[in-house]
């Protein structure tokens, strides 16, 4: 196969260096086939990347992990997309080829699915530690998402699950998940002991102060005329 034209052959590999922060996940078929400022040859991009990704699938497509997440979301005696997922997991439709309308179609299966799916804070509220009272706080990261949820407020005792999302820049995506922007963002979380928080807040009925912890999230960004 040639090697692609300029500029295709420039902006591929930096396409390659963001993908991986690419938010909805969906929206990657599309972010890999975009061309700031000019139209792109779809079709003439797919001829190259397809065998990348067929190669990608080859390789996947049984490991552990893909199968264990896609169990976890599998509803037993009704068939689901995950059914549908599987069975083409199962069969390997892609040695014959393909087709860029397709990938398409398993995209959109995939934000459905993500969407219909269980939510992580509510896959953190089943932690053992948590169950057992013996933490107040869980605390992760590389999930993309930052936030901080509460998890139970049972016995007046607050319970969260604390995420610092990622050190990956964000790439948005429109709507139509057909335009993109690039977000600098910066999340950081710092737990204190007992005697090492700056603030010296008094504690309400003259309680000792176990932990504490300061969480901050945000993004910036800068235009160029």
Same mark, same amino acid.
């Given at each position: 196969?040639?090697?692609?034209?300029?500029?295709?052959?420039?902006? %591929?590999?930096? +396409?390659?260096?963001?993908?991986?922060? &690419? !938010?909805?996940?969906? $929206?990657?078929? #599309?972010? =890999?086939?975009?061309?700031?400022?000019?139209?792109?040859?779809?079709?003439?991009?797919?001829?190259?990347?397809?065998?990348?990704?067929?190669?990608?699938?080859?390789?996947?497509?049984?490991?552990?992990?893909?199968?264990?997440?896609?169990?976890?979301?599998?509803?037993?005696?009704?068939?689901?997309?995950?059914?549908?997922?599987?069975?083409?997991?199962?069969?390997?439709?892609?040695?014959?080829?393909?087709? %860029?309308?397709? +990938?398409?179609?398993?995209?959109?299966? &995939? !934000?459905?699915?993500? $969407?219909?799916? #269980?939510? =992580?804070?509510?896959?953190?509220?089943?932690?053992?530690?948590?169950?057992?009272?013996?933490?107040?706080?869980?605390?992760?990261?590389?999930?993309?998402?930052?936030?901080?949820?509460?998890?139970?407020?049972?016995?007046?005792?607050?319970?969260?699950?604390?995420?610092?999302?990622?050190?990956?820049?964000?790439?948005?995506?429109?709507?139509?998940?057909?335009?993109?922007?690039?977000?600098?963002?910066?999340?950081?979380?710092?737990?204190?002991?007992?005697?090492?928080?700056? !603030?010296?807040?008094?504690?309400?009925?003259?309680?000792?102060?176990?932990?504490?912890?300061?969480?901050?999230?945000?993004?910036?960004?800068?235009?160029?005329?």
């Amino acid at each position: 196969m040639p090697a692609l034209p300029e500029p295709y052959a420039s902006h %591929l590999p930096q +396409l390659f260096l963001q993908f991986d922060d &690419v !938010r909805p996940q969906s $929206a990657l078929v #599309e972010f =890999l086939l975009r061309m700031p400022g000019e139209a792109a040859d779809e079709e003439r991009l797919w001829r190259h990347l397809e065998p990348v990704v067929r190669e990608i699938i080859e390789t996947v497509h049984d490991h552990p992990f893909l199968t264990g997440w896609l169990a976890q979301f599998d509803t037993r005696f009704r068939p689901d997309l995950v059914d549908l997922v599987q069975l083409m997991l199962k069969s390997r439709p892609w040695r014959l080829g393909l087709p %860029l309308w397709v +990938l398409r179609q398993v995209a959109g299966a &995939v !934000r459905d699915l993500g $969407a219909a799916g #269980e939510k =992580l804070v509510t896959i953190v509220q089943k932690e053992e530690v948590l169950a057992s009272g013996d933490v107040r706080a869980v605390i992760a990261g590389h999930a993309h998402e930052p936030q901080v949820a509460l998890l139970d407020a049972s016995d007046d005792i607050e319970r969260y699950y604390i995420d610092t999302g990622t050190w990956r820049n964000r790439v948005p995506a429109t709507a139509d998940e057909r335009g993109f922007g690039q977000l600098k963002a910066l999340t950081y979380v710092v737990v204190y002991g007992r005697d090492e928080d700056p !603030r010296k807040e008094q504690p309400p009925g003259g309680s000792a102060k176990l932990w504490s912890f300061d969480y901050w999230s945000g993004f910036t960004q800068r235009w160029w005329g």
